[in-house]
Structure formats: C-alpha cells, structure tokens
C-alpha cells in the first residue's frame, strides 16, 4: 500500500515538520509570555505582518537572514504597541490584542499589496555529505531549513532559561503572584514588557517562515488563523517547553493530513479535511477546560491580570 511505502512516510514526515514550524516558533514566544501573566490574542496580526514584513525584505535585498530580522522587527514593533497599551496605560489585554490583530492583518495586506503574484527563493536547506545521505532519516534530521533548528533551539534555551536560570525563576515568579514579586522589589513592567517583546519577535518569526520556507510567495491572510492555534497549543501544553514540541507537531500532523488524503483519494469530503486544524483546536480547548475545572488550572496564576503599581 502506498502509505506504507518509506518515500511516502518520509514525506509525510517532513510535510509535518513544515507544517509544526511556524506554531512552533509562535506557541514557544508566547508561552514565555504568558509565564510572566501576559495574555497576547495578537500573535495572528504579528504572524502576518512578519510574513509581510520579511517578504519585502528578501524580495529587495535576495537575503533569506534580512527577510527573517525584518520579519522579527515587524513582531517587535507591533509587541511594543501592545505592551504601551496593556502595561503601560492598562487597557484591557484581549481587547487590545484582538484590535491588533485586526490591525495588523490590514496593514499587512496594505505592505504585501505590492509583492501579490512576486516570487523569492526559499531558504537553503542544510546538507551534510556524510550525514544527510543516510537513508531514510539523513533528509528528515540533517536536511532541514535554519528555520526548523532555530525553532528546536527556542525550546531548548526557554526551557533551561525558565527552570535554571534565576531570571527564568524570578519570570515564573511575577506570573504566578504579580503582587508579591513587586513587593520583593521585582520590576514587574519591565519583566512583562521583555517577555511581550520576546513573544513578539518570536510571532515575527513565525510569520516569516511561511514566505521564506514553507511557500515562496506572499499572498493576504496566508497565516490562515495559526495564530490562534499557537494560542491553543500554549494552554494544551499546560505551559511547558517539551510539551509545546509534542503538541505544535500534532497540529502539524493534522494540518497536512488533509492534503495527503487527497492525495490517496480518501473518500471524505475537502471542505471537512480542511476544518480538521480548527476542529482540532476546539476539541482540545474543550479537553483541557474539562480537566481544569476537575483538577485544577496549571496556568501563571497572574495571567490577564493588569498590574498598576504603587505610586
């Protein structure tokens, strides 16, 4: 049978890793925010404007690395923004992340007007002689875009910053009990307005794969709403690092099944197989509000809350 054969399942498999980079690179940004009690319901507006943003960027410079600190900077500009709003004149956090994306999205559209229909080479994937010639995992472990070790390396270096480093800890601190980390002299604005800058960058990113790497164009709403699974995928890996891997690579996996059942002429309707990432994304929303209301919520206790301090 086809999907036995190993060409095929190694190309499943590395369709599935194209698919998970981009909520991996999003979900690990906004996980550190949200360990410092910031809820950011803008990613989908950074995500696109970072794809809009680095497309530009590659289409006039030729440079793959430009394209992507373009992409970073149009997530950091738009974080800035958020965080003036959220922490600095304590606006709401959802309202104002739902107006960005709002906003974002139509001014990417007006950034990207001009690229419609222009094409850009794709980052170069990595190639060792002796290695990425091994059959079957050569290609899928040692034949990947920077974009795809830039994205494993992220969850790394978060997960030693968050459990062994004491910035990570003073980090957990502030979103756990905001309150209390200002009364022992943290600096609690400072500390969430870095971590909104670093979810930022990291939505920025994101947005940037998928003009840099995954397709080599630009086209309006090409984020197609991974910036709200990002956002589910946080809370389904109860906020932890190693889980956000397993999870982004599931809705990797469900994304780019419909594409591959088509292609085995599975008798199952396009329009369902393409609902399959959000249906998924409710689903699991749906599982884990139901085991928090039996065993309890596992998320920074400060999250959404808008912090004043003393005067």
């Known amino acids: 049978m086809q999907f036995l054969e190993p060409a095929f399942l190694q190309a499943v498999i590395l369709s599935v890793i194209a698919a998970s980079t981009p909520l991996l690179l999003v979900a690990v940004g906004e996980l550190v925010a949200e360990r410092a009690g910031v809820l950011n319901l803008g990613l989908e507006g950074m995500m696109i404007m970072g794809a809009a943003c680095s497309f530009a960027g590659a289409y006039f410079t030729g440079s793959i690395v430009v394209g992507a600190l373009a992409g970073i900077l149009a997530g950091m500009l738009l974080s800035v923004v958020f965080a003036a709003l959220t922490l600095g004149l304590a606006v709401n956090q959802v309202a104002a992340g739902l107006a960005l994306t709002i906003f974002g999205i139509g001014l990417s559209g007006l950034i990207g007007a001009g690229f419609v229909g222009e094409r850009i080479e794709t980052a170069p994937h990595l190639y060792l002689p002796a290695l990425t010639d091994i059959p079957w995992i050569g290609n899928i472990a040692f034949g990947q875009d920077g974009f795809v070790y830039v994205s494993l390396a992220l969850v790394i270096g978060i997960w030693w910053f968050l459990y062994r480093t004491r910035a990570g800890l003073v980090l957990r601190a502030v979103g756990d009990n905001h309150v209390s980390a200002h009364a022992l002299g943290y600096r609690v604005l400072r500390i969430r307005f870095l971590a909104v800058l670093f979810g930022g960058a990291c939505a920025g990113l994101g ?95 400060s999250l959404g809350l808008v912090f004043v301090p003393d005067r």
């Open 207 to 301: 947005g940037a794969y998928l003009p840099l790497a995954y397709t080599p164009f630009f086209i309006p709403g090409m984020t197609a709403g991974r910036g709200w699974i990002a956002l589910a995928l946080v809370v389904f890996a109860s906020w932890l690092p190693a889980r956000v891997v397993i999870g982004a690579y599931l809705f990797g996996f469900v994304t780019i099944l419909q594409l591959h059942f088509q292609a085995l002429h599975v008798p199952v309707p396009s329009q369902f197989m393409s609902s399959l990432p959000y249906l998924a994304t409710v689903v699991v929303l749906i599982a884990i509000s139901r085991r928090c209301g039996l065993a309890g919520s596992a998320a920074p206790a």
